[in-house]
T-cell receptor, first 114, second 115 residues
Framework: TQLLEQSPQFLSIQEGENLTVYCNSS?????LQWYRQEPGEGPVLLVT?????EVKKLKRLTFQFGDARKDSSLHITAAQPGDTGLYLC??????????????FGKGTKLTVNP | DAGVIQSPRHEVTEMGQEVTLRCKPI?????LFWYRQTMMRGLELLIY????????DSGMPEDRFSAKMPNASFSTLKIQPSEPRDSAVYFC?????????????FGPGTRLTVT
């Protein structure tokens, strides 16, 4: 069972379109991160959200953390081919041993066609 | 500054062979993480170290997997014996602070194929 469910799994759109991808869980997270991963590379952090209801903007990307800190969304305005990649959300959980651990969703694979 | 360095980038081996993956974290970072990524299971944390000490190895699949961090600038992930189901991309990541809530910097990964 995946702790973080991301949807859609795949998304193919044309340049200039808007899109939203989702990251949902039944668990509460102290913080949530979004990463982008390009083929043949490791994930790169885009943003960290900490407060319920928080909205952060990074150029054409808007990230929102749900009020209950269980879910998050990423909205891209006027998508460009350079936005193509795998978008991963990751939440911090506390293990039974008391340590912190970052748990990742499976990601949304976005393709923006010119 | 150089990012996280992993070697080899690609490894093809036969079932039963020993495989050693290597990682050099970013200088000055105190935490190091090993992940495995597959299509079926996504990105999974295998083990992480703080100040060279293993903190959580609950993600290590079984006894065939072992990880060491003999000093602050080097870590290895060893699989012995390897099996076809171990085929995946293995990532090493490092972070500055003693918590996984901080930004993790990922290496380019090692693509392992076990035939």
């Amino acid at each position: 069972t995946q702790l973080l469910e991301q949807s859609p799994q795949f998304l193919s759109i044309q340049e200039g379109e808007n899109l939203t991808v989702y990251c949902n869980s039944s668990s509460v997270f102290s913080s949530l991160q979004w990463y982008r991963q390009e083929p043949g590379e490791g994930p790169v952090l885009l943003v960290t959200v900490v407060t319920g209801g928080e909205v952060k903007k990074l150029k054409r990307l808007t990230f929102q953390f749900g009020d209950a800190r269980k879910d998050s969304s990423l909205h891209i305005t006027a998508a460009q081919p350079g936005d193509t990649g795998l978008y991963l959300c990751a939440g911090v959980v506390i293990t039974q041993g008391g340590s912190e651990k970052l748990v990742f969703g499976k990601g949304t694979k976005l393709t923006v066609n010119p | 500054d150089a990012g996280v360095i992993q070697s080899p980038r690609h490894e093809v081996t036969e079932m039963g062979q020993e495989v050693t993956l290597r990682c050099k974290p970013i200088s000055g970072h105190n935490s190091l993480f090993w992940y495995r990524q597959t299509m079926m299971r996504g990105l999974e944390l295998l083990i992480y170290f703080n100040n060279n000490v293993p903190i959580d190895d609950s993600g290590m699949p079984e006894d065939r997997f072992s990880a060491k961090m003999p000093n602050a600038s080097f870590s290895t992930l060893k699989i012995q014996p390897s099996e076809p189901r171990d085929s995946a991309v293995y990532f090493c990541a490092s972070s500055f602070l003693y918590t996984s809530a901080e930004e993790q910097y990922f290496g380019p990964g090692t693509r392992l194929t076990v035939t």
